[in-house]
Every structure is written in structure tokens, then in C-alpha cells.
């Protein structure tokens, strides 16, 4: 196992396993156990069969009510967050706070410009990396489900959790994403100065939804 296997492997074990993997606000993937052959490390984690990413505009028949449900459980926003969102408050979503406060940055492709390391990575935070346990297609059973898939968010294997005793004021990166890279990023990745990876993770996970329109019917427009 590599150096880049390895931070993964640490990162899961400190997220996704043990009391704090049932914490409610906790929605990455449990870390089950951990299988070694060789210098191979198999993940066992409980199957989740869809992408986020499908939850509008693709094939499932979602209603407005199933895509919120997936989405405030993408953000965990509660009534507190909502007024805050009402009232023009700044509020970042829990469970991205939830591995914030870990001091992990799960964020899009960069380098590394706080302890003299360069660490190229190459993951980012949106709606395609959340999975969701079902689709619950309210518009095709025309029912309102008795239960609601929990949403997961997975691909850890590219964030970089920075040192516990390292200032907030210094978790910095600097660099463009890896080449080729296809998603949009904030202006600041682009100016070649530091920048914060924690504001970037809720840059990127808003954009990815940017996509989402509503569809007005001839009886809507009447």
C-alpha cells in the first residue's frame, strides 16, 4: 500500500467506523472491515446501489419532494440552518461541517502549501460522489414513500486531512487541478495563490446543482 492508500485507509478509520460512524449528522459511507491480501487493503462497506448524481433529469421518476429529501440530507440542514438561509445568514451545511471540524478537506484536485509537502489530489465535493440507497420515484407509484433513502458521501481516497495543532489560518492549498480535469472550480484555484480547500468543498457541491431547473407546464403558466 502506497503513501496515498495509506492517508485514505486513516482517513476512513477515523470517519466512518466506531460511535461516531452512527452519529446522525455523520452521512460518509461505514467502514465495515478491513481485508488484507498482500499489500492490498479491501474495504467492506454495505452496498449502495445509486448516484445522487441520477436524482433529477435522468432516469429516476423522483418528485420535488423525493430530490429535497436527498438534497437537505447531502446539506443535513435543519430548521436552524433553514431560518439561517431565510434570513441571508451565512451557514455551511452540517455534514460538510461534520468532516470540517475533523480538519479533513475532501475538495477538488491541488497542491499541498502549508508544511512544505506537495500531495496531488484529484477529488472534489458534488452530487456525483453522494450515493443515495434507492430512488424512492414518487412520480411513478404516484405515492408518498412511508420511508426515505439515507444519502451517503463517499471518495475519500484523494482528501487530505491537515495536522490537529495546524492554525485554521494556515490549512491552505495552492496548484490548478490534475490535467484534464472536467469541473468547473472557483476562480481562486486559478489564480496560483492560496486558498481555502473548506470553502472550495461547499463551492463545489453548490455548483454541481446548478444544473437543476424547473420545469414550467401550460398549466403552471396559467
Not at 35 to 63: L, Q, R
Not at 158 to 184: K, S, V
Not at 189 to 200: A, C, E, L, M
Amino acid at each position: 500500500m502506497g503513501d496515498q492508500g495509506r492517508r485514505h485507509i486513516e482517513i476512513l478509520r477515523k470517519l466512518a467506523r466506531g460511535t461516531r460512524s452512527l452519529l446522525t449528522d455523520n452521512h460518509v459511507v461505514p467502514l465495515w472491515k478491513e481485508v488484507d491480501y498482500e499489500d492490498i487493503t479491501f474495504i467492506v462497506s454495505p452496498y449502495v446501489g445509486h448516484s445522487m448524481a441520477d436524482c433529477y433529469g435522468v432516469w429516476a421518476k423522483n418528485s420535488v419532494g423525493d430530490v429535497v429529501d436527498m438534497v437537505l440530507q447531502a446539506l443535513e440542514v435543519g430548521l436552524k440552518s433553514l431560518l439561517c438561509l431565510y434570513l441571508r445568514i451565512h451557514y455551511v451545511p452540517q455534514a460538510i461541517v461534520f468532516v470540517h471540524d475533523l480538519g479533513i478537506a475532501h475538495r477538488v484536485g491541488a497542491t499541498l502549501s502549508a508544511s512544505g509537502r506537495n500531495l496531488m489530489v484529484a477529488q472534489d465535493l458534488c452530487k456525483s460522489n453522494y450515493v443515495v440507497q434507492w430512488h424512492p420515484e414518487s412520480l411513478a407509484t404516484m405515492q408518498i414513500p412511508s420511508s426515505r433513502p439515507r444519502v451517503f458521501l463517499t471518495d475519500f481516497e484523494m482528501a487530505y486531512e491537515f495536522p490537529a495543532h495546524m492554525p485554521p489560518e494556515e490549512r491552505m492549498l495552492t496548484g490548478l487541478p490534475i490535467e484534464d480535469y472536467q469541473r468547473p472550480v472557483p476562480p481562486e484555484i486559478t489564480s496560483g495563490n492560496p486558498y481555502d480547500p473548506f470553502k472550495v468543498d461547499v463551492w463545489q457541491l453548490a455548483e454541481s446543482f446548478s444544473d437543476f431547473r424547473v420545469r414550467r407546464t401550460s398549466r403552471s403558466r396559467e
